[in-house]
């Protein structure tokens, strides 16, 4: 069965640094979302992605990240200048259309010191 | 602002209980709803997805309600077993995203 897929599964960077996630959505895909997930809080959207587009982002998607699809299979969001507060677990998702099932990866797990 | 609130937090029950979860929101706006597994340290698995036109959605021992205009979804599993011990999460989906609610993390006793 198809499934979302990320990498890498975990990062560590210094504060400052860039990072950059990747993402392999399902291939019929037309519909590309980033979520996180601070420890022990809600799964938070940060940006929504069609048409080589952003369709709509979060107040937390600010200037620091930006996303991109370089290819016909890779998603990516990067982060330019991480901060200790970047430190969260960031999903990946699909889907065939808008408002369709959304379909997410296991998740790269970001660790800012 | 969509606000997704999911009570209760925390449920223990016996093996062979049946498990409700609710899901409630405050905007009744919405296109769908969809209940998500989560496991500890690992990504979300979709369990159902429901239209907004829809009341509700089956799939096995699972069963989903959606009451748009009271703002409120129940997830229903049947007989539990160890297995089903994991946060279930209820997100509300708009134009473009999902909304997310905290989670009730559930424990099946053996």
């Known amino acids: 069965e198809p499934e979302v897929t990320q990498t890498p599964s975990h990062q560590v960077t210094q504060m400052g640094q860039e990072v950059i996630l990747r993402c392999v959505p399902i291939?019929?895909?037309?519909?590309f979302y980033w979520y996180r997930q601070i420890l022990g809080q809600k799964v938070e959207f940060l940006v929504s992605?069609?048409?080589?587009?952003?369709?709509?982002k979060s107040e937390i998607f600010d200037d620091q990240f930006s996303v991109e699809r370089p290819d016909g299979s890779n998603f990516t969001l990067k982060i330019r200048s991480t901060k200790l507060e970047d430190s969260a677990m960031y999903f990946c998702a699909s889907s065939k259309e808008r408002q369709y099932e959304q379909y997410f990866g296991p998740g790269t797990r970001l660790t800012v010191t | 602002k969509q606000e997704v609130t999911q009570i209760p937090a925390a449920l223990s029950v016996p093996e062979g209980e049946n498990l409700v979860l609710n899901c409630s929101f405050t905007d009744s706006a919405i296109y769908n709803l969809q209940w998500f597994r989560q496991d500890p340290g690992k990504g979300l698995t979709s369990l159902l997805l429901i239209q907004s036109s829809q009341r509700e959605q089956t799939s096995g021992r699972l069963n989903a309600s959606l009451d748009k205009s009271s703002g409120r979804s129940t997830l229903y599993i049947a007989a539990s077993q160890p297995g089903d011990s994991a946060t279930y999460l209820c997100a509300v989906g708009d134009d473009y995203k999902l909304s997310f609610g905290a989670g009730t993390t559930v424990t099946v006793r053996a």
């Open positions: 291939s019929n895909h037309l519909y």
């Open positions: 992605f069609y048409n080589n587009e952003i369709s709509e």
